[in-house]
């Protein structure tokens, strides 16, 4: 099963929230590293990171791939681009693209491709998909974790009651659309790539308090988190949210479940 995006908008993102997600992001830098070495990527190697964000993780492979390597990060949000190139350097460069036209590289071009909790932000997924393909070279990579919406992030269902608990139930659409195992497959095989493993992780997050967690939450969605509530409305959302999570309170703070389909594939070296 693959979910639709409802409509996701770049508009939204603010210098305030990439500067807040160059923080908070480094969730996604941790479990961007498991990606990475589920892709054994080697000295030399040419990677195309889709969806860099603040270019964390994209400078990290810089150090993987070494001076013979190069990395190139790519977002569709200029100012999250701002701050990934002030870590450009020999081997790793950034610039704003999406990943439905990468018309910017050539046929061939990349050993590996990877996208790190950005599939289920991306509207059309069979052309980013496509485009992929055909910039890796023959025998190359891909690697990408994704949302499954047969197992929803724990933070979902406690939204969705938070909304209901301050009379705004249905107001809200889940801005991003993932796919299962068997959704991720085809749209892996239909894009020309024999898909390898693929494996749904648990990843355990711990926050100091509610504001922390709509921080990370609206930063990582580029403002389309709460979008579409007033002010008064977010803060009767924040209050109904800060209330409910008590019960996931512990000495190391609020804990929070997230799961993730990471999943590797190659484009056959005939294709
Ligand atoms: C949660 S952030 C992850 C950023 C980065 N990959 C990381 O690991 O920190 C999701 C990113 O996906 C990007 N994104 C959303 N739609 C995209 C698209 N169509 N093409 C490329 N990137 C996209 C957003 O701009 C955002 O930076």
Redesign the pocket.
Known sequence: MSSANAA?S?QY?TPELADA?ERA?VV??NH?QVLIERLRIAPGERVL??????G??AAYVAELVGPAGEVVG????GH?IAIAQSRSGANVRFAT????DLSAFADGSFDVVY????LH???DKPR?LAEAHRVLRPGGRIGLNTKDPSKPHEIRGFIQTALADAGLAGRRRDPQGGSDGAALQVLLEEAGFRPGDSVLHTIVDFHDNVDDLLTWSES???GNFLSGFSPDERSHIRAALAARLESRRTPDGLRLERYLRFATAVKPAAS
């Open positions: 996701v770049f993102d997600y992001g996604q830098f961007g990171d889709v969806g860099a964000g603040t964390r993780l790519i977002d569709p949000l999250r693209g999406q990943a439905e996208l790190n909790s950005v932000w991306i509207a980013a990582s969605a580029f």
